[in-house]
C-alpha cells in the first residue's frame, strides 16, 4: 500500500477553497444533485484515481471507481464517477483533475521507459530520483510506481549515495575511497552507494567496497566497456545508468547491461489530459 494521508489531500482543496466556492453561491446552485464522470482523451496510463476520488469524497460526494492507477487506458474510457450536489462537485473537481493528469502524465512516461529498456532487457529496473518538484514527493513517486518504475531514493534518510559535491569535502578520490570502509561500518545495514564520473573512478570506487556504483552521463558503449570490469572485481556490485537517461535511450542504456536506470525524466513533461464531464442528474445517461 503506498499511504497518501488525508490531511495531504484536504491541504490541496483548502489552496483551492479557503473559504467558499463563490460562483456556485451566487448561482445559488449548491444544493442540485449532479455528477461528473472522468477518462483520459488518449490512450495513457492512468494515475492519481485513488486520490482524486479521496479529494471527492472529502468533499461529500460519493465515488464510483472502475481502474485502478497503473491501468493502461484507451481513450474515453470512464474510470471514475462521482455523484453529490454541485457543491461537493465544484469543491473537488479541479484538484481531482490536477491529481490525475500529471499523475498520469509521469505513469504514462515512465511506462514508455519501462517497455523500451525491457526489451534490451528483461530484467531492466527504471528508477525515479528525487529530483522532482517540491511539495510533490507522495503525488509524483506513487505516479512513478503506477508506470511501472521503481524507487532510487525515498530521500536522504533512506540511502547513503555518495555525490562528487560530499567528495569535495574530503579530498581528492583516493582519499574518499579510504572511506568507504568507515561508512559501512557506522552503517552497517546501510550499502554504499557512490557516483562515479569516469571509468577510472568507478574502478576505484569499487576496488575500495563500493556496493553500487552509479554512472554518471557514462555513454551506452562506455558502460559496456566498464561493467565487466566492475563485476570482475566484484560480481555481486549493482551499476546504475544515470544523467540525461529517458524513454528514446532506455534501450541502448538497459542493453548495456547495466542493473537500473536511473532518471527524473518522467517528472518533466506534459500532464494528460483528463475530461471531466458533468451533467445533473435527471440528464444523467
Request: some cysteine; charged content about 25%.
Amino acid at each position: 500500500m503506498f499511504f497518501i494521508p488525508d490531511s495531504f489531500i484536504e491541504k490541496l482543496l483548502a489552496e483551492d477553497l479557503p473559504i467558499m466556492d463563490v460562483t456556485t453561491e451566487a448561482l445559488g446552485i449548491g444544493d442540485a444533485e449532479g455528477a461528473v464522470e472522468c477518462f483520459p482523451k488518449r490512450g495513457c496510463v492512468a494515475a492519481g484515481i485513488e486520490e482524486a476520488a479521496r479529494a471527492f469524497e472529502i468533499s461529500g460526494a460519493r465515488v464510483e471507481t472502475f481502474y485502478k492507477s497503473g491501468s493502461e487506458l484507451d481513450a474515453g474510457t470512464i474510470f471514475l464517477r462521482a455523484r453529490g450536489t454541485a457543491d461537493s462537485l465544484h469543491a473537488s473537481y479541479k484538484v481531482a483533475q490536477n491529481i490525475m493528469e500529471y499523475s498520469s502524465g509521469i505513469a504514462t512516461r515512465c511506462a514508455a521507459m519501462v517497455k523500451n529498456a525491457r526489451r534490451a532487457s528483461p530484467h531492466a529496473e527504471v528508477s525515479v530520483t528525487r529530483k522532482h518538484f517540491p511539495g510533490t514527493k507522495q503525488l509524483s513517486l506513487k505516479a512513478a510506481l503506477s508506470g511501472g518504475a521503481s524507487i532510487h531514493r525515498l530521500g536522504l534518510s533512506d540511502s547513503i549515495l555518495v555525490f562528487d559535491q560530499h567528495r569535495t569535502f574530503v579530498g581528492g578520490g583516493g582519499e574518499f575511497a579510504l572511506k568507504i570502509k568507515d561508512m559501512s561500518r557506522r552503517f552497517p545495514e546501510k550499502k554504499i552507494a557512490v557516483e562515479a564520473g569516469g571509468e577510472e573512478e568507478a574502478v576505484l570506487f569499487a576496488k575500495a567496497g563500493a556496493d553500487v556504483v552509479q554512472c554518471e552521463r557514462f555513454e551506452p558503449e562506455l558502460l559496456k566497456r566498464v561493467i565487466p570490469r566492475l563485476k570482475e572485481i566484484n560480481p555481486g556490485i549493482k551499476i546504475l545508468a544515470a544523467g540525461g537517461v529517458n524513454a528514446e535511450n532506455a534501450f541502448d542504456y538497459a542493453a548495456s547491461g547495466v542493473d537500473a536506470l536511473v532518471t527524473s525524466w518522467v517528472y518533466f513533461g506534459k500532464p494528460e489530459d483528463i475530461k471531466m464531464r458533468f451533467c445533473a442528474i435527471p440528464n444523467l445517461l
